[in-house]
């Protein structure tokens, strides 16, 4: 059974960063596009992005380019997110999303990690 | 950059009724639209992809239909576990945007 496993809540001050994990087990991890959605509290699904470990290429929202980095660690199957310069309007719960190949849809999910912005 | 229009934002529905909610471009997106059913405090959950294919285990209760600009979601027989927010997605240049989101509440 395909699982993405993300790493547990974060507290963090204005201006620092954070890097958020998304794991995954049951699948061949190169095979897969994952995912970066943001939704702030009470609020909407925001696509971040995406990477494609495969083939070492990302594409960024507009709205998070130059703020926001994806990785890939294909040596432990895990995906990685990291924000910098945060403040409070990226306290939010992230979730990675794992779409296949070339597909637009995201079939698989992350249970989410909030990140909490405060000083 | 794309937009897209969903709507409404909300509605109240009761066990058994049939809803739609719709969704729409602001150009031409093929069939590269997408349905989320997201509960509280979870991840969202697939549910329709292509605009009208069923994603592997949703029941058959729900259908997406629309090509092009204008798309549908409809949900029949509303079952007590349907009530949710639902969201659409579409897929254009390679980038991603999700709909505002449809809250749907039990009448």
């Known amino acids: 059974q395909f699982q993405l496993v993300q790493s547990g809540p974060e507290v963090q001050k204005p201006g620092s960063s954070v890097r958020v994990s998304c794991s995954t087990s049951?699948?061949?991890?190169?095979?897969?596009?994952f995912n970066w959605v943001r939704q702030a509290p009470g609020q909407g699904l925001e696509w971040m992005g995406r990477?494609?470990?495969?083939?070492?290429?990302?594409n960024y929202a507009q709205k998070f380019q130059g703020r926001v980095t994806f990785t890939a660690d294909k040596s432990t199957n895990t995906a990685y997110m990291e924000v910098t310069s945060l403040t409070s309007e990226d306290t939010a719960v992230f979730y990675c999303?794992?779409?296949?190949?070339?597909?637009?849809?995201?079939?698989?999910w992350g249970q989410g990690t909030l990140v909490t912005v405060s000083s | 950059d794309i937009q897209m229009t969903q709507s409404p934002s909300s509605l109240s529905a009761s066990v058994g009724d049939s809803v739609t909610i719709t969704c729409q471009a602001s150009h031409d997106i093929s069939n590269y639209l997408n349905w989320y059913q997201q509960k509280p405090g979870k991840a969202p959950n697939l549910l329709i992809y292509?605009?009208?294919s069923l994603h592997i285990g949703v029941p058959s209760r729900f259908s997406g239909s629309g090509s092009g600009t204008d798309f549908t979601f409809t949900i029949t027989n509303l079952q007590p576990e349907d009530f949710a927010t639902y969201y659409c997605?579409?897929?254009?240049?390679?980038?991603?945007?999700f709909g505002q989101g449809t809250r749907l509440d039990i009448k």
């Open positions: 997605q579409q897929y254009d240049d390679h980038l991603i945007t």
């Open positions: 049951g699948g061949t991890f190169s095979s897969y596009t």
């Open positions: 990477i494609i470990p495969i083939l070492g290429t990302s």
């Open positions: 292509h605009a009208s």
């Open positions: 999303a794992r779409s296949l190949g070339s597909a637009h849809f995201l079939d698989y």
